[in-house]
């Protein structure tokens, strides 16, 4: 089938020019006839590769890097250098290689990014050069067909929170995701900080940071900053997708919000991990034979993960199961940093987002309270006996082994989706649950983790990977490739129920809740065409297809790692 990537394309840039550019690089495998149009004989050895070759050499390389990290930089050196034998070789060696490129060591190489800088990668927006700003965003876009911007503030990456400039590292590896999981071209994709200050001591004090070092500007001042960044996205690419990483709990939800009217914006800390929730829950209630709306939930962390992930199961429960919203809302008991969120926390320490799920204080007169007259965890799961416990609190280890054996003691077959990221911040190693339950629990977590013993013989239990990039990439790119006004909420869920249909544990109750990142690109294709459809069915596409043509058109449009033909022409891309 014909691709974007196998079309011949017209090149203007010679020499030196054309090698060092990672879009064009095709170093050694530049076949001779392309070597003599681009004045490259002479600057490359004789032979000429083929991409498998040049693969397994670049494997060969990776293997002698001897830690995550290292293999890390060296992939990053290898983008800088070649598009295409990047990809190529992520895309033969996925599982092993997203968590070097991705959670759990992007989190490493984020935190020690002013120490491990080489190159600038992406848009660096900067506050104090605001006045600057539409011509450094037409600077780094000029020409190009941009469709997609992935952005970051940096204020909440992954677990590890407030990383100022390094935040670009996040939003390079998830536009990253897009183009391996969903065959985004990286050259129509953009990844930006918004560089507005950081309130992390460490990189204010230290010497060799690279960003702004400046406390975070806030409020009025901070609102402007973005709102000329997304009226610079709308008056130069209206029909581009905006993706929002990382942003901080003040300002994720507000923004997505703000901003869904009037640009096709998605927020994936809220939406993403709130779809690919929603998927493995529907997945684990298959195993269960119940339905969503049968389940206790309690939601550890009730930040932007976690008030994402429950508006999602909130909104699939009223979908799916035909509850009113408010019968949904009383299905949840969040916590946060005070406890259980209930009325007496007072305004100041409940956001007005969380206000649905408030518990009534009534409900918990004489259950016993901590010195500050908090509810705990293992207070809570004794009284709800919840079905469900998702964490995303970033407490490492925060489900301890009396909780998990607590909530065993109320439920056939515990759902435990450890989702903090990276690993070491996971509320439980999935290990332990499982010997802790008697290997009953169904599992599902934010980073990879190994699969568990069963401890009464039997095949092992896979822990799936219940991370926002098994839906992301095609949720997006549903969305861009139709040109929609907006993803809306009715296209995230017809996305995470195609997600479902296709995990293993559908067929298998013993196997994994969600799909193998193995197969990810294909769940990812799955889900673009779902999200493609519902938009046909919705009528929010800008595009004329039949939904029977909706496959063979996002093939079509997908972008792949092979090397296209160049043709030397003055006024081709450069
Ligand atoms: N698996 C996935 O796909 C995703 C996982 N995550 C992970 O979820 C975690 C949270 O991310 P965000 O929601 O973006 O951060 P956030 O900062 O918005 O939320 C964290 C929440 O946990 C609360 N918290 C902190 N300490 C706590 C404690 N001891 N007990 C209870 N709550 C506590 C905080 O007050 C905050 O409300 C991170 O580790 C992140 O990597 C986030 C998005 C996607
Ligand atoms: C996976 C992701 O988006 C996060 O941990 O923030
Ligand atoms: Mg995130």
């Known amino acids: 089938m014909a691709t974007a990537a196998t079309k011949a394309l ?33 600057r490359l050895p004789y032979r000429v590769n083929t991409l498998e070759e040049q693969c397994h050499r670049a494997y060969d390389q990776l293997c002698t890097r ?37 959670t759990p060591t992007q989190a490493d190489a984020i935190a020690n990014y002013s120490h491990l800088f080489r190159r600038s990668e ?26 997609l911007f992935v952005i970051s503030d940096a204020e909440a990456i992954l677990g590890i ?57 806030r409020g009025l001042a901070y609102d ?31 923004l997505l919000d703000k901003y869904r009217d009037q640009h096709a914006v998605f927020n994936d800390d809220v939406q993403g991990t709130g779809a690919v929730t929603l998927a493995a829950m529907m997945s684990a209630v298959g195993v269960t034979k119940s339905r969503l709306a049968d389940q206790r939930f309690v939601v550890y962390g009730a930040g932007t993960a976690g008030l994402g992930i429950t508006r999602q199961l909130r909104d699939g429960i009223v979908t799916i199961d035909k509850l009113s919203e408010a019968d949904a809302n009383k299905r949840f008991f969040l916590m946060d940093r005070y406890g259980l969120i209930k009325e007496s926390l007072g305004s100041n320490k409940i956001r007005d987002e969380v206000r649905d799920f408030v518990r009534p204080d009534a409900e918990w007169v004489g259950v016993p309270t901590n010195a500050q007259g908090e509810v705990e ?9 919840p079905t469900v416990l998702i964490g995303c609190s970033t407490r490492g280890g925060a489900f301890t082994e009396q909780v998990v054996k607590e909530m065993a003691k109320g439920t056939e077959r515990p759902i435990i989706l450890p989702l903090s990221n990276p690993s070491r ?20 977590s934010g980073s990879p983790f190994p699969p568990c013993k069963n401890p009464k013989g039997g095949k092992d239990y896979i ?6 990039a098994l839906i992301y990439p095609g949720l997006g790119y549903g969305a861009l490739i139709t040109q929609a006004r907006s993803l809306t909420d009715t296209m995230i869920i017809a996305g995470a129920q195609r997600l479902a249909l296709l995990s293993p544990a559908l067929k298998d109750p013993d196997n994994a809740l969600l799909p193998d990142f193995t197969d990810a690109r294909e769940v990812n294709f799955e889900v673009a065409v779902a999200v493609v459809e519902q938009a046909i069915d919705e009528g929010s596409a800008n595009v004329t297809w039949k939904k029977e043509d909706v496959r063979e058109k996002i093939h079509a449009d997908m972008w792949l790692p092979v090397y296209p033909e160049f043709i030397y022409d003055e006024a081709g891309e450069r």
């Open 161 to 217: 929170g407030d990383q100022g400039v390094g935040g670009i590292g996040i939003a390079t590896a998830k536009s990253a995701i897009y183009t391996l999981l969903a065959g985004i071209d990286p050259s129509k994709a953009i990844s930006v900080t918004l560089d507005l200050g950081t309130d992390n001591d460490d990189l204010l004090n230290d010497d060799l940071y690279v960003g702004w070092q400046n406390n975070r500007v």
């Open 66 to 102: 001897d830690t995550p990290i290292r293999k890390n930089t060296f992939l990053q050196s290898l983008k800088d250098q070649n598009w295409v034998l990047y990809y190529a070789l992520l895309s033969r060696h996925l599982k092993e290689l997203i968590p070097i490129i991705y």
């Open 425 to 444: 911040l996971a509320e439980v190693n999935p290990s332990d649950a499982n010997d802790w339950t008697e290997g009953k629990a169904l599992m599902a």
């Open 463 to 468: 822990i799936a990977e219940c991370n926002n």
């Open 122 to 147: 992406g848009m660096y927006l900067t506050f104090p050069n605001q006045d600057s700003m539409e011509g450094d965003f037409l600077e780094l876009t000029k020409g190009r067909d941009i469709q």
């Open 224 to 254: 402007k900053f973005v709102d000329k960044f997304m009226q610079l996205v709308r008056k130069y690419y209206p029909h581009s997708l905006v993706h929002f990483e990382d942003f901080g709990v003040s300002n994720a939800k507000r």
């Open 377 to 385: 965890l293992l207070e809570v799961v004794k009284k709800v006996k």
């Open 10 to 42: 017209r090149v203007a840039l010679r020499g030196g020019g054309i090698l060092s550019h990672p879009r064009f690089n095709k170093g050694t495998a530049f076949p001779a006839a392309e070597r003599k149009a681009f004045g490259l004989t002479g």
